[in-house]
């Protein structure tokens, strides 16, 4: 299909357009809101969190834009066995594939990991393994997503990436929770801890009962899944935190540069 014949099937499809329709028109608003918030804050710690945050709607503002113009999505032809196998909606049964939301989310991603390790106060090494397995989860899924030669494969694909999710996990709960306690963030980074671990579970599991994965939901219901949870776990977890750094930019000002656990806990620096 051209691009512009994928455009009009977004167009006629109702509820497919409103999911990504919805999301523009909150990421800009949500832009607007988050410059305004931070128009006052003067502390570099502070600042940087705030871009980190802002680029979230940045990003999903122009990728929900590559979506609904058909120009970051495809109709695959799913391999055999699957259960949409030459009953798609597009030429020759190709399936509705919105590709371009595994771009969206290896970019807005990482940012909310750097917003929520400079909240914590993590090290550098820390954020660094997190980023990296963020972007390779997000990497991994698309190529679950896009191959089309193994339905095998593409569960390969998705198990490699849930893998990498773990280690995400595993910092968010273990690691950068330890670290807050000991920056005096801890009350705020463990609502947003919270948050934004049951709204990205619930991606692996859409994907799975979606119309990539087992096909249980059609393609509508799918993006709307991704489309709320994006709402949720974007705009509404940057409005938390913006908010909340804000009120508390002494805090944030007085946090040690990386972990500052032997600064905050009132051990002395080794001498050289």
Known sequence: MTQTEIFQFIQDNALLSASLWVNIALAGLSILLFVYMGRNVEDPRAQLIFVATLM???VSISSYTGLVSGLTVSFLEMPAGHALAGAGAGPEGGVFTPWGRYLTWAFSTPMILVA????AGSNLSKLFTAVVADVGMCVTGLAAALTTSSLLLRWVWYAISCAFFVVVLYILLAE???????AGTADIFNT???LTVVLWLGYPIFWAL???GLAVLDVA?????YSGMDIIAKYLFAFLLLRWVVENERTVA?????LGSAARSGAAPADD
């Open 221 to 225: 219901i799918t993006s709307w899944a």
């Open 56 to 58: 979230v709607p940045l």
């Open 116 to 119: 929520l390790g400079l909240l």
């Open 176 to 182: 950068w929770a330890r670290d807050a306690e000991v």
């Open 192 to 194: 947003l801890k919270v």
């Open 254 to 258: 007085d946090m040690a540069s990386g």
């Open 210 to 212: 979606g119309a990539e």
